[in-house]
Each structure stands twice: as C-alpha cells, then as structure tokens.
C-alpha cells in the first residue's frame, strides 16, 4: 500500500486545489511521500472538513530562491507570501500533484468525530495507517451514499 498522508490545508488554498489552479502543495518540511502516494486533505478553520484526495505525481526540493521558479505558475502563492512562508528555511518542498477527487458533500468534522470519536486534525499533516485510511474510506463512502440517496427520493 502506498503512504497516506492526511494534510491540513487553509481554505484558500484547498480551494486552488480543486478547482485545479494550484498543481503544487508547498512545505517547508519534506513529508515521507514519493510517487502514487496519496494526500488525504483536511480543510483548516473556518470551514474544518475533510474535503478530497490526491496522487503525488512528485516531490521537489531546492532553495528556497530556485524553488520559487519551479512552482511560481503552478503553487498559487504571490512571491511575497511564498518568501514569508519560507523566511530562514534552506530547504522548500513542492508536492506536485496529479489524479484529484473532491468529495461531494465534503465530510464535516462533526460527521468524521461522530463516527471516529477520537480523531483529531493534523496541525499540519499526519501519516495514516492501512486501518485509519480504510476507516475514513469507509466514512466517506457513508456520507456520498447518504446524499445520493437523499437526492434519489
């Protein structure tokens, strides 16, 4: 099974994601993740929902200062805001992604505690287990039947 990661993303940039105007997540630490691994994506507060998924197509790594010429069209980040983001970082990190699913309802925080009581957000991402990413399969399927359904009758 391939590395599953869950990462926390601002809203703003979520949205970039799928809505496919941002092709490359940025981190100033390098995740243990490689190509045909999957990022499971939890949207950050305000809107706090786990939101979809996506293949890791690559990940690249450079100086900050060359880094930005690789994903400055495909990062969704101004030049500014992408300097402050890795201020005194000798290293940046670029997943570039590939094969993304949106959940359609996305599932809320309330739905994923209601059925997995003990689960906490990753302040900024969390390595899965086979078991926990079945499980939060399992949630998912649950919450799109759930709206199929409703829509059906």
Known sequence: MPNVLLLSIRPKYASQLFNGTKKIELRRVRPRLEAGDIV?????????????????????????????????????????????????????????????????????????????????????YHYLTTREFEYLKSIVEDKMEIRSEHYIN
Do not use: M
């Open 40 to 124: 499971v994506v939890y949207v950050s507060a305000p809107d706090k929902v786990l939101s979809g998924f996506f293949e890791v197509e690559d990940v690249i790594q450079d100086r900050p200062d060359n880094l930005w010429y690789k994903v400055k069209d495909n990062a969704g980040i101004e030049k500014k805001d992408f300097n402050e983001y890795y201020e005194e970082a000798a290293v940046g990190y670029g997943i570039c992604l590939k094969l993304i699913e949106h959940f359609e309802p996305p599932v809320t925080l309330q739905d994923l505690r209601a059925k997995w009581a003990n689960f906490r957000p990753p302040q900024s």
